[in-house]
């Protein structure tokens, strides 16, 4: 079965500085999503990634999915305290359109 | 996007009870699903949400336990049966939206808490 891994587990980053979060799966991907999660809340949809190659940016987030399709990227620029939360990724395995996801990767940008 | 209302937001239950949670969507979706997120983990899917079928269920999850229902294309329940403590989870549901290119958005979520 498919799996995604992300990586880090949890970052700290100090306001204004870059980060970058990483998605990978074990196969190649149908679609690769990235959500925004408040604690106990519900998932913000971010960005959705379908072709190889393709990067989409949305204000300060931009997302990038690789040639082969089995790797994405998050990165934030000049990150706020607003950027605080758990970035999931999720991916679409086959053409069923349900959704695996990543174990999370917890923000917190210090003011 | 479509948007997607949840209720309740939270429950506390005692064990042995059930919760019917509901999920309405403000436009015609086709699929529909329904996830669980336990605490300090990630999401898992418990079932699509068939309209006039019954629901597709993951492996672990079964009808008796999380029946299901979607009478319509905007709306559909998810009944949490004979609880125990193990179901405090959030439960999520959502919606592809084939109009924005297979987007899916998520509702807010249910928190539930047995006790």
């Known amino acids: 079965s498919q799996e995604l891994e992300q990586s880090p587990q949890s970052l700290i980053v100090q306001e204004g500085k870059n980060l970058t979060i990483n998605c990978t799966s074990s196969k190649t991907l149908y679609g690769l999503y990235w959500y925004k999660q408040k604690y106990g809340e519900g998932l913000i949809f971010l960005m959705m990634?379908?072709?190889?190659?393709e990067e989409k940016s949305h204000e300060k987030i931009t997302a990038k999915l690789d040639e082969k399709k089995q790797q994405s990227s998050l990165h934030i620029t000049a990150s706020q305290p607003s950027h605080a939360g758990i970035y999931l990724c999720?991916?679409?395995?086959?053409?069923?359109?349900?959704?695996?996801f990543g174990s999370g990767t917890r923000l917190l940008v210090r003011p | 996007s479509a948007v997607i209302s949840q209720k309740p937001s939270r429950d506390i239950c005692q064990r042995g009870t059930s919760l019917t949670i509901q999920c309405q969507v403000d436009?015609?979706?086709?699929?529909m699903f329904w996830y669980r997120q336990q605490p300090g983990q990630s999401l898992t899917l418990i079932a699509t949400?068939?309209?006039?079928?019954?629901?597709?269920?993951e492996s672990g999850f079964v009808i008796d336990k999380f029946p299901i229902s979607r009478p319509n294309l905007t709306f559909s329940t998810l009944t949490v049966s004979n609880m125990s403590p193990e179901d405090s989870s959030i439960y999520l549901c959502?919606?592809?939206?084939?109009?924005?290119?297979?987007?899916?958005?998520f509702g807010p979520g249910t928190r539930l808490t047995v006790t």
């Open positions: 990634l379908q072709k190889g190659g």
């Open positions: 949400a068939n309209q006039g079928s019954e629901a597709t269920y």
């Open positions: 436009s015609q979706v086709t699929m």
């Open positions: 959502s919606v592809e939206d084939r109009g924005e290119g297979s987007e899916q958005y």
């Open positions: 999720g991916a679409v395995p086959d053409s069923s359109y349900k959704l695996i």
